[in-house]
């Protein structure tokens, strides 16, 4: 396990963390690795998620962007929307924003931990390192500063278009491609944040393991790419693109 030393720099408070993720990963994530703190970030990070979330779906702009989206994914997965399904989101549309938010306080910890055991498992059983789990899992948590931050990106921009997407995919950028096809849904998917979030955990695992971050970075990318077109594959044979 590695431990903090006499000669170890000054411990970085929570503030410093959360700006040295975005602009000094590997000096910040070598004082998570010496100092995990996993607790006060992910309350920050969680917090500003839910709240962002909330803001949103309580006002009518969310709400009905809430249920275009709810509509748009049924019809995705060749379901055609009855008025039954209509006048079941029209009664749960009050409840969306409290949904939400509760969906994040107990949804992003659960994931996060998930990936922690994971990398654990590998780094760990497989590789011969020695880290502990509360150390990966304060990489991990730190991490979600960047998610915070796409969230913080997002909202106003969906908010200002009435209509619940994700401006920051690669599909965004490139709107000549159809979005209905299976190209167009593959890039549609591919988040432009949750590709710096990879980045970033790569660079923390690369920091707490000793180990270069380019192999650990192009092996969490391509894993993520392969899950994500696996996925688009099964909306498409769905949606008949």
Do not use: C
């Amino acid at each position: 396990m590695h431990t903090a030393t006499p000669d170890a720099p000054t411990p970085k408070g929570l503030l410093a963390r959360v700006v040295g993720i975005l602009f000094s990963p590997r000096e910040t994530y070598a004082d998570v690795s010496l100092r995990p703190r996993p607790l006060a970030i992910l309350a920050v990070v969680l917090s500003i998620i839910a709240a962002a979330n909330y803001t949103f779906l309580r006002t009518e702009v969310g709400q009905r962007a809430w249920m275009d989206q709810a509509l748009t994914q049924s019809e995705a997965y060749g379901r055609q929307p009855t008025p039954q399904m209509i006048e079941g989101l029209e009664r749960m549309r009050p409840y969306a924003a409290p949904i939400a938010a509760l969906g994040t306080l107990v949804a992003v910890p659960i994931v996060m931990a998930a990936l922690a055991g994971l990398f654990v498992g590998v780094f760990n059983a497989i590789l011969g390192g020695d880290a502990t789990f509360k150390q990966v899992f304060a990489i991990v948590a730190h991490s979600g500063v960047i998610g915070a931050l796409q969230q913080l990106f997002v909202t106003p921009l969906n908010y200002a278009r009435e209509f619940m997407s994700n401006p920051a995919s690669v599909g965004t950028l490139l709107p000549m491609i159809d979005s209905g096809s299976f190209l167009g849904m593959f890039l549609g998917a591919v988040d432009l944040f949750q590709i710096w979030s990879l980045i970033s955990i790569s660079i923390g695992l690369g920091v707490l393991y000793k180990r270069r971050t380019s192999p650990i970075g192009w092996s969490l990318l391509a894993t993520a790419f392969v899950i994500v077109l696996i996925l688009t594959g099964i909306k498409a044979a769905r949606s008949g693109a």
